[in-house]
């Protein structure tokens, strides 16, 4: 019988007959890739099989007199267990992405750790490392649980067989992208076994109730490699992020069908593995320098905890007719209406000037209320003076100039003064925070400023 294959675009999953050099889906280059179709009543037999053994369904009354089969399983390690909404759910597939060397394999490996050593058989498979390398890792995390397993496989039948013997309670595959699923002929990382991977392994771990974590790499655009279809599969979709050249690392929840998706999990990388920090409160100020230009400290909400944060700004005379703008961890396009207010409404001469904003400790602003921060830190390069060390600042920034009001000023003013600031320039009619059951709270002065100008003149009048 004659083969049938046909092409498939590795970045977006779109089929075609022929090979394309650029892809009519997404218009990838070079990212089509030949695959073999599976005879039809290969097809029909399987859909055969999967009907026969189907679940039987359950009333609501039968489930709710098992509440211990489906109760977390906390770690331990304070700021998993935050983002993920008190630990992992049994029968859960979660997909933990990031960049190369970020720290992926060193967080599962101490979640799987802490685990073990609460007496929760867990299983390590590890499709890119032997067994030696992996427990090389695990002894330098300080891991010696005999409830631990380690396993260096890509078959997933054979690691699902595996699980079952072990009755384990917690799975780890590191990565998605090496495991081969029987059916599929294509190479290991092609979009077909990817896609068909995910589906086993989430049916494997409804029908088994172990909880299952995947480690899936990330494209240079940020996004976990494969299908997009990949992240609506999961149960959660968690993202580490962090900079290699610093010592911080963010954990996010993009989805949780558990959870909250709002809260961040802050760790430090130290040798001994990555430190969670329950209260970062000061975390991001530490080298902060006293009375510096350009610097500016803010208040930042993630989740449930507010955030001290430094943003730098530097402005520079241009030697291209389009000045440059750059921004790292705070957007592009806010940068640019938030020069444009200054050159508009403040009077600051900047279209001759490069502007380049930074976030410190690789943190992302992702709320206009650090505008406010932002505008006095560029006005500050600008006039080559200082902001005071001892000043906060929070709130948006219209178009026209105007200070626009923010949520939970009340929970950021507390942040602030429990972290040894003085004043804080607020959006007008800030202070009425404090008449509602917050003055007894705040012993810090709360400055209200209507406008751009306004804050400009209150924050460099010292």
Known sequence: MRVKTQYVCQSCGYQAAKWHGRCPGCGSWNSMVEEI????????????????????PLDLSTL?????AFRRIPSGISEWDRVLGGGLVPGSLILIGGEPGVGKSTLVMQVALRYAGQGETVLYVSGEESVEQVGLRARRLGGD???????????????????RK?????????????????????????????????????????TSGVATLIVGHVTKSGDIAGPRMLEHMVDTVLYFEGDRDHFYRLLRAMKNRFGSTYELGVFEMQDRGLIPHETPGELFLRERQEESIGSAVLVTIEGTRPFLLEIQALLVPSLYPAPRRTASGYDLNRLHMLLAVLEKKAGLHLMGQDAYVNVVGGMRIGEPAGDLATALAIASSFRERPLSARDVYLGEIGLTGEVRQIPRL???????????????LVPPKGDRVLEQGGEKHISLEVVPVQTIQEALMVAFAY
Do not use: C, N, W
């Open 37 to 56: 179709i599976p005879p039809t009543h290969e097809v029909g037999r399987r859909l055969e099989k999967d009907a026969s053994d189907a679940p039987r």
């Open 64 to 68: 709710t007199e098992r509440p211990e």
């Open 145 to 163: 649980e005999k409830s631990f397993y380690l396993l260096s496989e890509s078959r997933l039948e054979h690691i699902a067989d595996v699980a």
């Open 166 to 206: 072990l009755h384990v309670r917690v799975l780890i595959i590191d990565s998605i992208q090496t495991m081969r699923h029987p059916d599929i002929t294509s190479a290991p990382g092609s979009v077909a076994q990817v896609r068909e991977g995910t589906t086993f392994l989430l049916d494997f771990a409804k």
């Open 410 to 424: 009340l929970e950021r003013l507390k942040e602030a003064q429990s972290r040894g600031f003085r004043r804080a």
